[in-house]
């Protein structure tokens, strides 16, 4: 069953020498539970293409569905990352981790348990007294990640939504990220510059031309291990092939 259905998406928007067209007939589903990373080049239009997905743009034409029901401004079902945490230094880790629940009037007492729950199980409730300013860069992204998750959404958007960590600590906290997704049955959509990165995560990769962003291609991805990890799946032989595959199909724009 698809969760997310995007239809003949257009996107353009005015600038000073005119009319500039940003997303061209973007189609594609997502399944329920899937991993789909989409990679394109610098001004390709991905993060408007997130943008709309969230209803926080109106697309010029076309249409998106989560669970059959039309996209129309902003939506309680869907939940989005960005690069930065955007975590409130003045309130506790528990407390950042119910402000989406607050903002939402979905402060009842399930959720709350769920948010503690989500805190035990991903090893950061001994932490939840403290201040986002106490906690490394890898720790706050891991509870910005659990903010979204306590509203229980039924997709999440990732828009490049660990570029700003260093890169160790951007291999770690994707590890962790993937674990948590998985277990939790969550759809994802992530955008990212990183090629191994979406490739270690995704299980479709959606590759977007040179602006105006059309799909290139929706490449599946499949490692043959039901256990696989971003950092395993960067051992694994067919990693390489996937990399020179995307990369020849990036590089065709140029």
């Known amino acids: 069953m698809d969760v997310l259905r995007v239809q003949n998406i257009e996107a353009t928007y005015q600038a000073e020498n005119g009319e500039i067209t940003a997303l061209d007939n973007i189609s594609f589903v997502v399944e329920k539970g899937e991993f789909v990373s989409i990679v394109g080049?610098?001004?390709?239009?991905?993060?408007?293409?997130?943008?709309?997905?969230?209803?926080?743009?109106?697309?010029?034409?076309?249409?998106?569905?989560?669970?059959?029901e039309k996209i129309v401004g902003t939506s309680p079902h869907i939940g989005y990352m960005l690069q930065r945490d955007n975590l409130l230094d003045w309130r506790t880790i528990y407390r950042n981790v119910l402000f989406g629940l607050e903002v939402r009037k979905m402060l009842s007492p399930e959720n709350r348990e769920r948010a503690v729950q989500l805190l035990k199980t991903y090893g950061l409730y001994e932490f939840r007294d403290k201040y986002p300013a106490q906690l490394s860069g890898g720790m706050r992204q891991r509870v910005a990640l659990i903010r979204t998750l306590a509203i229980n959404p039924d997709i999440l958007l990732l828009d490049e939504a660990f570029s700003a960590l260093d890169y160790q600590t951007r291999l770690t906290v994707t590890d962790d990220v993937y674990r948590i997704l998985k277990k939790e049955k969550v759809t994802t959509v992530m955008v990212t510059h990183d090629i191994p990165e979406s490739i270690s995560m995704g299980d479709k990769i959606m590759v977007l031309s040179a602006r105006p962003g059309r799909v290139r291609e929706i490449l599946e991805v499949d490692f043959e291990d039901e256990n696989r990890t971003p950092l395993s799946c960067r051992n694994n032989p067919k990693f390489r092939v996937y990399f020179d595959h995307i990369w020849k199909e990036l590089s065709a724009d140029e």
């Open 41 to 68: 080049p610098s001004g390709c239009g991905k993060s408007t293409l997130l943008s709309i997905i969230a209803g926080l743009l109106k697309p010029t034409a076309g249409e998106v569905f989560v669970n059959g």
